[in-house]
Nanobody, 118 residues
């Protein structure tokens, strides 16, 4: 069984920075891709950034402000968020595309709250 655990959320003023981390734990799996999604109150969950095979993909709304990185040895993905805006306020969820010898699946963390005050 694979578990994803996020950390690093919190309250920050507009223009500030936060760094989110997410570590995958378990055994007998490989990770094909990792990423971050977010869900603001009353809105659908949306992609923030993903990374796979050394390539990164970003939502237009965060390009130039957020940077995703991954430490494969630690099964950890990071999201450096700079120049934060109140509209970045949301629950941020870590995602990993996991493969085992028997199946592939999407794994999700429980989320970490980011609040940006104006």
């Amino acid at each position: 069984q694979v578990q994803l655990v996020e950390s690093g959320g919190g309250l920050v003023q507009a223009g500030g920075s936060l760094r989110l981390s997410c570590t995958a734990s378990g055994s007998g799996f490989s990770i094909n891709a990792m990423g971050w999604y977010r869900q603001a109150p009353g809105k659908q969950r949306e992609l923030v950034a993903t990374t796979s095979a050394g390539r990164a993909n970003y939502a237009d709304s965060v390009k130039g402000r957020f940077t995703i990185s991954r430490d494969n040895a630690k099964n950890t993905v990071y999201l450096q968020m700079n120049s934060l805006k109140p509209e970045d306020t949301a629950d941020y969820y870590c995602n990993a595309v996991i493969s085992t010898s028997d199946y592939a699946m999407n794994a999700w963390g429980k989320g970490t709250l980011v609040t940006v005050s104006s």
